[in-house]
């Protein structure tokens, strides 16, 4: 099993703060000055990805206003540590209640995030009575930062696929003295999570999911070729089915480069409004969302939460590194969005700007053990970072059976 539990020093937990040296940030202002733009897009809206006048709008608020300072800050009011598995340094928040028998709760990101989109929801799982909750909602919160992220360690040998990971995630929290916990994740954290449900681990409770595997093989393998849609269908699967199908045929070119060749990608390791641009164009949701936002509209996101992440994968210089894993998902014939055989507890969470909305039907045959589905009224792929209370309402009501 990938992620064996070791022993000696490696074990080891050690503290951790985040001091970037004033000279990068000196050094990432004068490349955002420097950056050779290209021409305008030819056409009026987002088709060909993120529009030169919002990169302009960014670039000018990064170069000029944005304080890493404040988010560095953040980060550091929380317990961060480093740990080593399998010989890499994987970084993490662990924030334990106050509460008693709250349960341990691991939270997986995806990409192109990072631990930054789950620092709003740590309280809300923590300290629930602050936050229209109970005692008995509480959460220990563990958010690790997957391999090739932010601050974990990059891996320099292919292998750091989604089952390593996976199994990695159950030595952490064992190592934290953890003996039943539960999951969650969105986007990779999303597959990590239902592959760790897959790996037989006794310790694992249950798990949550904001974009639940729940595509049939049959129906994966369709909307990837672009088949008509099948028959028999009702409106809701037909709707989730021309979602999938458009994602694939439109959405997610930028899976199938790193998939294939992530080490082209020298652009994004050298310019960081390239990297900006790169990062920005996971969905049409989110960056007409961001977009909105460089454009002065209140939304869910600030410039500040979309700047911090984007900081973070500029001053760890994982851009490259981080893609990798698509690499290693091709490599592996991982499904992103097919069912994976989750026998366990499992709870979903439709968001409206999702890239498809998991029809209840395709839901309860994915996971036969579904103990919560609830559609919500807003938010998209980044449900943490941008409706961090309706997000945390939700990871509270999925696993309130198990507590």
């Known amino acids: 099993m990938p992620g064996a539990q070791q022993s000696g020093s490696n074990a080891a937990i050690r503290p951790f703060r985040a001091n970037v040296p004033e000279e990068e940030l000196t050094e990432l202002r004068r490349r ?19 529009q030169l006048a919002t990169m302009q709008k960014l670039a000018r608020y990064w170069a000029t ?27 993490f928040i662990h924030v334990r209640s106050q509460h008693e028998n709250a349960l341990p709760l691991i939270v997986t990101h995806g990409w192109p995030g990072s631990i930054i989109e789950q620092l709003k929801i740590i309280d809300p799982l923590t300290n629930p009575t602050a936050h229209g909750g109970t005692a008995s909602d509480a959460f220990h919160v563990v958010i690790p930062s997957m391999p090739g992220y932010g601050f974990s360690g990059k891996p320099t040998t292919s292998g750091w696929g989604p089952a390593h990971i996976a199994g990695a995630w159950v030595v952490l929290m064992k190592r934290l003295g953890y003996t039943k916990f539960v999951a969650q994740g969105g986007d990779w954290g999303a597959i990590i999570t239902d592959i760790m449900a897959t790996q037989g681990h006794p310790e694992l409770l249950g798990i949550h999911s904001n974009m639940p595997g729940i595509f049939s093989t049959e129906i994966d393998r369709a909307a990837l070729t672009g088949a008509p849609v099948p028959p028999g269908l009702s409106a809701e699967e037909k709707l989730a089915y021309e979602r999938l199908a458009l994602e694939y045929a439109k959405g997610i070119g930028y899976g199938y480069q790193m998939g294939l060749r992530p080490q082209a990608l020298y652009a994004i390791a050298d310019s ?9 164009d996971h969905d049409a949701a989110s960056l007409a969302l961001i977009s909105r936002v460089f454009d002065g509209r209140s939304e869910g996101l600030t410039r500040d939460d979309v700047l911090d992440n984007i900081t973070l994968t500029w001053l760890t210089n994982t851009g490259v590194s981080a893609g990798r894993l698509y690499w290693e998902g091709f490599e592996n014939k991982v499904s992103f969005f097919g069912a994976k055989g989750v026998s366990i507890p499992a709870a979903v969470s439709v968001f409206p700007d999702e890239l498809y909305q998991a029809p209840r039907s395709w839901a309860e045959q994915a996971y036969p053990k579904l103990i919560h589905y609830n559609k919500l009224p807003k938010g998209g792929h980044f449900a943490a970072w941008e409706q961090p209370k309706l997000f945390s309402e939700e990871v509270r009501a999925s696993f309130r059976s198990l507590h």
């Open 32 to 50: 955002i000055n420097a950056t050779r733009w290209p021409d305008r897009e030819t056409v009026k809206d987002q088709s060909q990805g993120p």
């Open 65 to 91: 206003e944005y304080d890493w300072r404040k988010v560095e800050a953040r980060l550091n009011a929380v317990p961060n540590f480093m740990t080593e598995i399998d010989g890499l340094d994987i970084h």
């Open 272 to 280: 960081p409004v390239g990297l900006a641009a790169y990062l920005l």
